[in-house]
């Protein structure tokens, strides 16, 4: 009797519990009205020119598609600020969160929180975020750093101390990208040194602290001759502290960056040039991707999400989560003046 009774409780729990985990509300296919899902797509900062631009891609795909899509960001470059972000769209009840995180490890806790609610969770430059269902990359990471590496250590004449220089050194694209310029360094120009000193400095996203930061760089090692930027501020903020200590042709930078923000330094040849991919198409390409999540469509290799660079995503390597697109823009006297941002 006792070991019935034993028997009928332990398959009361295990109903119990399977009628928890089928209640759970697991990110997926929607089953709401497309007319009320609510995507909202979070950058690091919605003041910066980089997420300014951005949101012009979420609103031509709010107005594509006739969804309720929209960009929300903090005041700045913020991590705790970006969570609370996050934590209020949760609180909003949006059906999606796309994300281009400051800090992928801080984001961790509430982007798990938004996935166990049921809320579609997507990243881009967050290659290390576990807590997403994808995450975007608009080139591969490493190729990408390699190149900058290339347009660096020509503007250097293939030779001299150069360093290498982040937006935050929590920044998983950032990293990536000066970890594979310096590699591609190594081998291929072995008369460029990276400084040993300081082989990684931060501008904290931020034009004005990448413009001290290279200026004492430059004063306390003589011999400095190249920074290579990541964060789409650190060109423009080098090239100026370049110009004021009447170091042109004598000290250069190459990165990400803007047109608009880097034109007059690409004109006058203090800037070679530039490079980037356009933050309105992954704002697009992001929101797209979570629709097709929401709708239950598959997320294969090949897939289109309807813009050049993001029509043939690949899955890299050994991954089922990171979605390579296809290419970069280089920027330089040529067609500086041709994108109109």
């Given at each position: 009797?006792?070991?019935?009774?034993?028997?009928?409780?332990?398959?009361?729990?295990m109903?119990?519990?399977?009628?928890?985990?089928?209640?759970?509300?697991l990110?997926?296919?929607?089953?709401?009205?497309?007319?009320?899902?609510?995507?909202?797509?979070v950058?690091?900062?919605?003041?910066?020119a980089?997420?300014v631009?951005?949101?012009?891609?979420?609103?031509?795909?709010?107005?594509?598609?006739?969804?309720?899509?929209?960009?929300?960001?903090?005041?700045?470059?913020?991590a705790a600020?970006?969570?609370?972000?996050i934590?209020?769209?949760?609180a909003q009840?949006?059906d999606?969160?796309?994300?281009?995180?400051?800090?992928?490890?801080?984001?961790?806790?509430?982007?798990?929180?938004?996935?166990?609610?049921?809320?579609?969770?997507?990243?881009?430059?967050?290659?290390?975020?576990e807590?997403?269902?994808?995450?975007?990359?608009?080139?591969n990471?490493?190729?990408?750093?390699?190149?900058?590496?290339?347009?660096?250590?020509?503007?250097?004449n293939?030779?001299?101390?150069?360093?290498?220089?982040?937006?935050?050194?929590t920044?998983?694209?950032?990293?990536?990208?000066?970890?594979g310029?310096?590699?591609?360094?190594?081998?291929?120009?072995?008369?460029?040194?990276?400084?040993?000193?300081?082989?990684r400095?931060?501008?904290?996203?931020?034009?004005?602290?990448a413009?001290?930061?290279?200026?004492e760089?430059?004063?306390k090692?003589?011999n400095?001759?190249?920074?290579?930027?990541?964060?789409?501020?650190?060109?423009?903020?080098v090239?100026?502290?370049?110009?004021?200590?009447?170091?042109?042709?004598?000290v250069f930078?190459?990165?990400?960056?803007l047109?608009?923000?880097?034109?007059?330094?690409?004109?006058?040849?203090?800037?070679q040039?530039?490079?980037?991919?356009?933050?309105?198409?992954?704002?697009?390409?992001?929101?797209?991707?979570?629709?097709?999540?929401l709708?239950?469509?598959?997320i294969?290799?090949?897939?289109?999400?309807?813009?050049?660079?993001?029509?043939?995503l690949?899955?890299?390597?050994?991954?089922?989560?990171i979605?390579?697109?296809?290419?970069?823009?280089?920027?330089?006297?040529?067609?500086?003046?041709?994108?109109?941002?």
């Amino acid at each position: 009797m006792k070991k019935a009774f034993r028997i009928f409780v332990i398959a009361m729990m295990m109903t119990a519990a399977v009628a928890s985990i089928s209640a759970q509300k697991l990110p997926g296919k929607s089953s709401k009205p497309s007319k009320d899902w609510k995507i909202a797509l979070v950058p690091k900062d919605s003041t910066n020119a980089w997420f300014v631009r951005m949101e012009v891609g979420v609103k031509q795909f709010a107005k594509d598609t006739g969804l309720n899509a929209f960009q929300k960001g903090p005041a700045k470059t913020d991590a705790a600020m970006q969570a609370q972000v996050i934590q209020d769209l949760i609180a909003q009840g949006v059906d999606a969160i796309c994300v281009v995180p400051v800090d992928p490890a801080a984001l961790e806790p509430v982007l798990g929180e938004a996935l166990k609610k049921g809320i579609v969770v997507v990243t881009h430059e967050a290659s290390f975020q576990e807590n997403t269902l994808y995450d975007i990359e608009a080139f591969n990471n490493t190729a990408y750093g390699e190149f900058i590496m290339d347009n660096l250590a020509k503007a250097m004449n293939y030779e001299g101390v150069y360093t290498t220089m982040v937006g935050h050194v929590t920044n998983a694209s950032h990293n990536e990208w000066a970890d594979g310029g310096v590699a591609h360094q190594k081998a291929k120009y072995p008369k460029m040194t990276l400084l040993a000193a300081e082989p990684r400095v931060e501008s904290e996203d931020n034009l004005e602290k990448a413009y001290e930061r290279a200026k004492e760089l430059i004063k306390k090692y003589p011999n400095l001759k190249g920074i290579m930027g990541t964060s789409s501020k650190d060109a423009p903020g080098v090239a100026r502290a370049i110009e004021e200590m009447g170091l042109k042709g004598k000290v250069f930078v190459s990165g990400t960056g803007l047109p608009n923000e880097n034109k007059t330094f690409i004109k006058n040849g203090t800037i070679q040039s530039t490079t980037l991919w356009d933050p309105k198409d992954a704002g697009y390409a992001l929101c797209s991707l979570a629709v097709k999540i929401l709708k239950g469509e598959p997320i294969n290799n090949g897939l289109n999400l309807g813009l050049k660079g993001y029509e043939n995503l690949q899955f890299a390597k050994g991954s089922k989560k990171i979605l390579i697109g296809s290419g970069w823009i280089v920027i330089d006297k040529k067609n500086v003046d041709s994108f109109g941002f």
